[in-house]
């Protein structure tokens, strides 16, 4: 089969397509033929090499981790789903026409692979941020890069759970942003001062990592109502810096739930072939996305 991998740590060029061999699915894992594959700021995080002390890996490495297709193997231990069912959950190395799985959902009636690969990671990632801060309906999310991947979703399961939310994003994108249901207003000389115009601050999501944590923190009054996924300078500032994890397995149950109410979308800002994962990963780190980039195999 053929997949993306890199045997150095560095820039998009590392990322070569290779020919290797079908993986097997282990205890509790599931073997899908890829459709589609999201693209995710980690993914380049990784290949760069600044997840190494967290979360280490061995080169030759594949690269990405969320992935939409069909079963067509399933390992040992697993129920519930069939060989050919269609869906979209997270793995590892699914830049590749074969990928494992390790959690997973039924995609939604209707939904396309390419717009099923965009939701795992990001959902997750969402609901815990919203959970980390302990924010609360009726209160007010700030969200720095909220016309992102991480930052559309959190904008949308927040007001589906009633708490009001700003955005910070490029001018391009306020009504992107007013269009979720978010007050918006763009980055910049200035930006604390316009965010204070909309409503006091209760909570903030640093999904950008422009270097505005101390900022952050004075408009919360407390750091430990501050979460980054992005600035690994935070923790200094006594901010926690969100690594992957939480449970997929209920975060794709809440998004399935979402998508059928008509209270979630993370629409599709440009797809790449396999071939072209160095181009997706150099745009995704280039920022100032709507929505979500995608690999379709």
């Known amino acids: 089969m053929k997949k993306i991998s890199f045997s150095e740590f560095g820039g998009p060029d590392v990322l070569q397509l290779s020919e290797t061999v079908t993986p097997e ?7 899908i033929a ?29 690269t990405g981790q969320d992935a939409s297709g069909i079963v067509d193997k399933l390992g040992p231990g697993v129920k519930g789903v069939s060989v050919g069912d ?13 990928a ?40 007010t999310l700030l969200i720095n890069g909220a016309s992102g991947g991480v930052g559309s979703a959190t904008v949308q399961i927040a007001r589906a759970r009633d708490i ?29 001062g316009r965010v204070q115009a909309l409503g006091h601050v209760d909570a903030a999501l640093d999904a950008s990592g422009s270097g505005i944590i101390a900022e952050l923190v004075t408009l919360t009054g407390a750091p430990e109502r501050v979460v980054t996924i ?20 209920a975060a794709l149950a809440e998004a399935r739930h979402l998508i059928a109410k008509g209270q979630l979308h993370l ?28 690999i379709v195999i």
């Open 230 to 249: 992005a600035d690994q300078s935070a923790p200094p500032l006594g901010v926690r810096f969100l690594a992957v994890g939480g449970d997929m397995f």
């Open 267 to 294: 629409p599709i800002e440009k797809t790449y072939p396999l071939a072209a994962a160095a181009a997706a990963q150099a745009d995704s780190q280039a920022g100032h996305t709507r929505g979500r980039r995608v």
């Open 164 to 192: 009001d939310v700003i955005g910070l994003a490029g001018a391009a994108n306020q009504d992107y942003l007013r269009d979720l249901g978010a007050k918006a207003t763009t980055y910049g000389q200035g930006w604390m």
């Open 86 to 98: 269609p869906v979209f959950g997270r793995g590892f190395e699914t830049y590749a026409e074969s």
């Open 34 to 62: 890829v459709r589609a594959a999201g693209v995710n700021p980690v993914d380049w995080r990784v290949r760069e090499g600044q997840r190494q002390q967290t979360h280490p890996i061995e080169l030759p490495s594949g």
């Open 100 to 139: 494992i799985l390790t959690s997973w959902a039924a995609i939604p009636e209707g939904m396309p692979f390419e717009e099923a690969a965009g939701y795992p990671s990001v959902v997750e990632t969402a609901i815990r941020a919203i959970h980390e801060v302990g924010v609360t309906p009726g209160q």
């Open 25 to 31: 699915p282990g205890t509790g894992q599931i073997r």
